[in-house]
């Protein structure tokens, strides 16, 4: 081995540094149609990418969490009716992930809905892990009326 | 996003291609029940290329998992990635299922 | 030729209309380095492409006038101190492109420094085409001080 | 990003590969400052490979040209995009270079 000498590529100038996004927000409208679902999640996955979330909170909390609250605002807001709109405004930064889900529903009442489906009597229940997984992987889930009715759903940035 | 249905010996062997999730799952539900109505016992679902699985995925698993109980059969999975894993530890899932690492090893489980 | 039976796929689904974005904003920062005016350059065209604003707005109006601000804002505001930073503020609704691209700089006059360089006894000079370009394909082009000095500049939708 | 000399006869050929811009400009007017040294007076520069040009890349071509005059030369443009020729155009610059649709067409020109 060569010890002489500069190391190889050490005259070279460092990389530059990329410019680094502190804030990005979007707001979409969507068609009630759960073949949709797919692309919304995937542009704010790629959002909080850009803001170098950690891999898992985008692939996984975010991912799920988002999945979940679309299917219930197609499926039980809006009944699947086309006439009907999904809205989704997210807002990112540095330190925490917002999203809202806008459907044209009459709302629900969360304590009420969201039932333990991992308790023996539920466990062998089809449906209803949706709001208790929105729950598990955000750090805040909260429901309001405001145009239609919200879904807001916060996720701390935990490195 | 397909689901391919395969029979090794008398084992029913289902790959997941893509994802399963609310706009699929009916297709997987009526494939395995007629297999279940042709007799089949045995119900091994391979996720190793299973990108995702959303809630109402999970909940076709469970009522599947019931009715082929129900016919005196069984529903074992294999191949979940550390995400799906999660998915199922959380809804505590992962004790309802006998879920093997690899395809092999449940296939000779039964 | 069979005329009997319906048009081949005439019983297929129509194609789902995909989600459509009505707003997106972002902030980044950038270090006061040349090479990576690209970068944001193309994050922000690619916002104007979602909102579905005419590819030529983004490919050339948008793109030069950025370019040009954020030369300006890297060479004339930070002199390409390495300690000082470039932010940019984007927001894009389906109205109107507003860039804003912050220096820290001592700021300058508009009015003063945007000579027009098609003018016989400036076409030959080398410098001073960038401001010019700017107000020639945005409708707006301002400057204020606030935190630094700010460039602002508005594009309108033009179909 | 790069840039390609090459002679066609007594010509000397410029392809500008990628952008020209505030990042690279400097090495264009050397390289052809050069060429001007070692007495090359007919200069063609090829934007068909080209995908931008800034204003500070806009400059450079000006104060190019006016070298080149100087030295009893002269300095031609071929193959700009619509988006650059709007650029030579909004600049007025249109009018102070020959400029040819094809490569072939600037090189008959000279
Ligand atoms: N956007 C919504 N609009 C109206 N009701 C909702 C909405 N989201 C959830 N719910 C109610 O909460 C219940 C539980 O939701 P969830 O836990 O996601 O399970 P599932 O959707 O599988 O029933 C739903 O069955 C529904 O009654
Ligand atoms: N961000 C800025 N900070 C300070 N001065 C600026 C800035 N942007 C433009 N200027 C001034 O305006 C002048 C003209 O700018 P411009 O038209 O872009 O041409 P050029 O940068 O090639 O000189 C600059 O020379 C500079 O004096």
Redo the contacts with the bound molecule.
């Keep these: 081995m060569e010890s002489n000498g500069p190391m190889p590529g050490a005259d070279r100038h460092p990389p530059v540094p990329g410019p680094h996004q502190t804030r990005a927000a979007v707001e979409l409208e969507m068609p009630s149609d759960v073949r949709c679902i797919d692309a919304v999640v995937d542009l704010v996955m790629r959002q909080c990418q850009a803001l170098r979330y950690p891999p898992r909170a985008c692939a996984l909390n975010v991912r799920v969490a988002l999945t979940?609250a679309l299917?219930?605002?197609i499926?039980?807001?809006n009944d699947e009716n086309p006439e009907k709109r999904v809205c989704v405004r997210t807002e990112v930064t540095p330190e925490r992930l917002v999203v809202e889900v806008v459907?044209e529903?009459a709302?629900?009442d969360i304590c009420e809905?969201?039932v333990d489906p991992t308790r023996p009597e539920n466990i062998y229940r089809e449906?209803?892990?949706?709001?208790?997984l929105m729950a598990a992987l955000m750090d805040r889930v909260e429901r309001y009326t405001d145009h239609g009715?919200v879904?807001r759903m916060t996720l701390r940035r935990h490195d | 996003m397909s689901f391919t249905i395969e029979k090794q010996g008398d084992i029913v062997v289902v790959d997941v291609e893509g994802q399963l999730i609310v706009g699929n799952r009916q297709e997987l539900k009526q494939k395995v029940l007629d297999e279940l109505d042709r007799g089949g016992k045995k119900f091994l679902i391979d996720f190793s290329q299973t990108g995702y699985i959303d809630?109402?995925g999970l909940?076709v698993l469970v009522s599947l998992s019931k009715k082929i109980r129900e016919q005196g059969g069984e529903l074992r999975l294999a191949n979940l990635n550390d995400d799906l894993k999660t998915l199922f530890e959380l809804t505590k899932l992962d004790t309802l299922f006998q879920i093997a690492d690899t395809r092999d090893r449940a296939l000779e489980s039964f």
């Design positions: 979940e299917s219930n605002a499926l039980r807001g459907d529903g709302g629900f809905c969201l449906e209803g892990r949706g709001l208790f009715n879904v | 809630s109402s909940g």
